[in-house]
């Protein structure tokens, strides 16, 4: 138990460090009132601040030797990396190459030849009558609309279309 003399004691020295953190408080308010109207005159706002701290965080950081063996791993990989694709690109086009070069590809090609040739014929030939690519192209799309509309009834005359 505490004495009523201690009691007394702690209760003034209690409100002793009251008046002065009280007193502190005011003087840091008004320290930090003057900063204010000092970095005003400067011309330092915030933002300069902030990029200033930023700029020397940012130096900081790339001098410690963590970043710098990351960087040199990181600058190696990549030029693994640069080198598998660029060695996966030739190993492609060479396959690509020997395709085209094989008797499977060149019979597939002829075929395809053989069936554009024939596509020329029946569209541009003569002995059909089937005229220019572009009056084929004409009759193909009017045979289209025709064959939509079959399900249509189409009026024949100018009565039916104004009812």
Known sequence: MISEEEKEELKTELAKLED???TLRQVL???????????????ISLM???????SKSWHDMQTTSAYKKTHETLSHAGQKATAAISNVGTAISKKFGDMRNSPTFKSFEEKVET?????K???????HGGGSFEEVLSST???SAQSSLAGTRVPESEE???C
């Open 29 to 43: 308010a008004a320290k930090e009132k003057h900063l204010v109207e000092i970095k005003q005159k400067l011309g």
């Open 115 to 119: 069936t554009v040739t024939n596509l």
């Open 48 to 54: 300069n601040e902030l990029k200033q701290n930023f």
């Open 141 to 143: 799309a009017h045979a």
């Open 121 to 127: 014929t029946r569209v541009g030939g003569t002995g």
């Open 20 to 22: 002065e953190i009280s």
């Open 160 to 162: 039916e279309l104004q």
